[in-house]
Structures are given as structure tokens and as C-alpha cells.
């Protein structure tokens, strides 16, 4: 599980996002919503909620915020949210693929656009970059987790298609194939391990290089998909030299 991380091409993203907590508390808030829609508000039948919620306790939601979203999310008169993707490239041929969650499509495929012109990238059509990114399951959890030592960790985690294993800050984060997210779900469970987040990320196949100094006009086209709203999480190839 040692050597260099695929996660490592992200964790500037992470970074940005852990200092915005309003709008990740915003993110979170609209996970809920559109898992209770999909599944209702058991979340004992509804494995998409229950992520939801470990996710939002992991961001430091108040539990009482948490519980309020969940009831006027069953209300049959809440809004309705649309998960939609945007892909699109960037200044010097980065790739972008951004999810969006949004109760107006209108408003939010304008807002992306926008920022790919201001940056001078395009727009594409979906599905027309998909191909560049890889999708896989991304959990983290505190590396103070009792008595089990990180060697006894990694081990017991093969057996939930753990693929690779890193520190960190103060987490340790996991990775799986896609298709085993539900399997890790399950063994963190049995080890009695909430997660502070658990996502499906994805993660570029082929990276971009661009120089250091240049590569500064690609991070303010970052913060500006970040700074929407609208925006779940913005994916891209970038890779610094």
C-alpha cells in the first residue's frame, strides 16, 4: 500500500474546501436532502442517508442541524435537488469534471459556464471527458482509533478491498475500487470505525503538467467553482512541475 498516493493530486482541493465551513456545512445539508428523497428518512434502509450523516457529523454539523434537515427533507413540499456534472477544460489544457447539486439547473450551468470563459477554457458537452477520470472510494477516518495499531489497521482493511493506506494531518485515509465502497463500508462498520467522511471520488487518469507559476490561474479557476453554491466537488488533472 506504500508509494506515491493518487490521493496526494487532490489534497490542495480538501484543503481549500476544510476552510469553508459554511458552505461545506451547505454541501452537506443538500446530501441529506437528496438522500432522503431518493430513500426516505430511515436511515437504517437507507444506506445513502447514513453516509450523509456520518459525513455531516465528520464536518462538525450540530446534531440538531442534522435532524432539522432531515424532517424538511421528507416534507412532500421541499424543494427538489438535481445532481448534474459539467465537464469542461481549463487554461493550458487542464481537465475539469465538477458535480453539481442544484434546485435550479438554469441558474447553475450559466454560473459554470461563466467561469470557463472567464478563465478562457470551454464548456463541454457530458460525458465527453468522463472517460479521463477513474472512480474510487475515499474514506477517511481519525488515526486515533483505540488500541488497534496502523499496521493491525491495514491488514484487517484487505479484506474491504482497501487498495491504498496514507496519513493524513491527523486521519488516515483509505481508498478502494469503486465497487468495493459498500464492501469497506461494512468492515469499518464491523471494526466499530464511523468514518469522518466516506465519498466516491474521482480521480485523473492521465495529469496535465503544468508549471509551477502558470498553474496559479488554474487554482483561482478552482476556488471559483468552489466558491458556488452550487458546486459539490471539482475534480481536475492538474499536476505541478
Given at each position: 500500500m506504500?508509494g506515491?498516493?493518487?490521493?496526494?493530486?487532490?489534497?490542495?482541493?480538501k484543503?481549500?474546501q476544510?476552510?469553508?465551513?459554511?458552505?461545506?456545512?451547505?454541501?452537506c445539508?443538500?446530501?441529506?436532502h437528496?438522500?432522503?428523497?431518493?430513500s426516505?428518512?430511515?436511515?437504517n434502509?437507507?444506506p445513502?442517508l447514513?453516509?450523509?450523516?456520518?459525513?455531516?457529523?465528520?464536518?462538525n454539523?450540530?446534531?440538531?442541524t442534522?435532524e432539522?434537515a432531515?424532517?424538511?427533507?421528507?416534507?412532500?413540499?421541499?424543494?427538489?435537488?438535481?445532481?448534474?456534472?459539467?465537464?469542461g477544460?481549463?487554461?493550458?489544457?487542464?481537465?475539469?469534471?465538477?458535480?453539481?447539486?442544484?434546485?435550479?439547473?438554469?441558474r447553475?450551468?450559466?454560473?459554470?459556464r461563466a467561469?470557463?470563459?472567464?478563465?478562457?477554457?470551454?464548456?463541454?458537452?457530458n460525458?465527453?471527458l468522463e472517460?479521463?477520470?477513474?472512480?474510487i472510494g475515499?474514506f477517511?477516518i481519525?488515526?486515533?482509533i483505540?488500541?488497534?495499531?496502523k499496521?493491525?489497521?491495514?491488514?484487517?482493511?484487505i479484506d474491504?478491498?482497501?487498495?491504498?493506506?496514507?496519513?493524513?494531518q491527523?486521519s488516515?485515509?483509505?481508498?478502494?475500487?469503486?465497487?468495493?465502497?459498500?464492501l469497506?463500508?461494512?468492515?469499518?462498520e464491523?471494526?466499530?470505525i464511523?468514518?469522518?467522511?466516506?465519498?466516491?471520488?474521482?480521480?485523473?487518469?492521465?495529469?496535465?503538467?503544468?508549471?509551477?507559476e502558470?498553474?496559479?490561474?488554474?487554482f483561482?479557476m478552482?476556488?471559483?467553482?468552489?466558491d458556488d453554491d452550487?458546486?459539490k466537488e471539482v475534480y481536475h488533472?492538474?499536476?505541478?512541475?
Amino acid at each position: 500500500m506504500a508509494g506515491h498516493s493518487k490521493w496526494a493530486n487532490i489534497k490542495h482541493r480538501k484543503g481549500a474546501q476544510d476552510k469553508k465551513r459554511g458552505k461545506l456545512f451547505t454541501r452537506c445539508i443538500k446530501e441529506i436532502h437528496v438522500a432522503v428523497k431518493e430513500s426516505g428518512d430511515d436511515i437504517n434502509s437507507n444506506p445513502r442517508l447514513k453516509t450523509a450523516i456520518q459525513n455531516a457529523k465528520g464536518a462538525n454539523m450540530p446534531k440538531d442541524t442534522i435532524e432539522r434537515a432531515i424532517k424538511k427533507a421528507a416534507l412532500s413540499d421541499s424543494e427538489s435537488y438535481a445532481e448534474v456534472n459539467y465537464e469542461g477544460y481549463g487554461p493550458y489544457g487542464v481537465a475539469f469534471f465538477i458535480e453539481c447539486t442544484t434546485d435550479n439547473i438554469n441558474r447553475t450551468v450559466a454560473n459554470i459556464r461563466a467561469i470557463f470563459n472567464k478563465y478562457d477554457g470551454e464548456l463541454g458537452k457530458n460525458g465527453s471527458l468522463e472517460f479521463l477520470f477513474n472512480r474510487i472510494g475515499v474514506f477517511e477516518i481519525d488515526e486515533n482509533i483505540g488500541n488497534i495499531s496502523k499496521e493491525e489497521l491495514e491488514m484487517d482493511l484487505i479484506d474491504g478491498g482497501l487498495e491504498e493506506f496514507h496519513n493524513l494531518q491527523d486521519s488516515y485515509i483509505i481508498t478502494t475500487n469503486f465497487e468495493d465502497f459498500g464492501l469497506m463500508q461494512k468492515k469499518l462498520e464491523d471494526l466499530s470505525i464511523t468514518p469522518k467522511s466516506s465519498k466516491v471520488e474521482r480521480i485523473a487518469l492521465n495529469l496535465k503538467k503544468v508549471k509551477d507559476e502558470s498553474a496559479k490561474t488554474i487554482f483561482k479557476m478552482i476556488e471559483k467553482f468552489d466558491d458556488d453554491d452550487d458546486v459539490k466537488e471539482v475534480y481536475h488533472n492538474l499536476e505541478i512541475i
